[in-house]
């Protein structure tokens, strides 16, 4: 059991370590909104 809840702990680790990356890049303007179709075709330009 214990091994169980060390795996838990390690993937919210990640999961936080996720989510702050994600804000420091939204805070710098690093991040765009757009949909599937607007991504494909500046990906293919």
Do not use: D, P
Request: proline share 0%; charged share 45%.
């Amino acid at each position: 059991m214990k091994i169980r809840r060390r795996l838990i702990a390690r993937k919210q680790q990640l999961l936080t370590k996720r989510i702050k990356k994600a804000r420091q890049e939204y805070a710098r303007g690093e991040v765009r909104k757009g949909s599937v179709a607007e991504l494909m075709k500046e990906i293919s330009e």
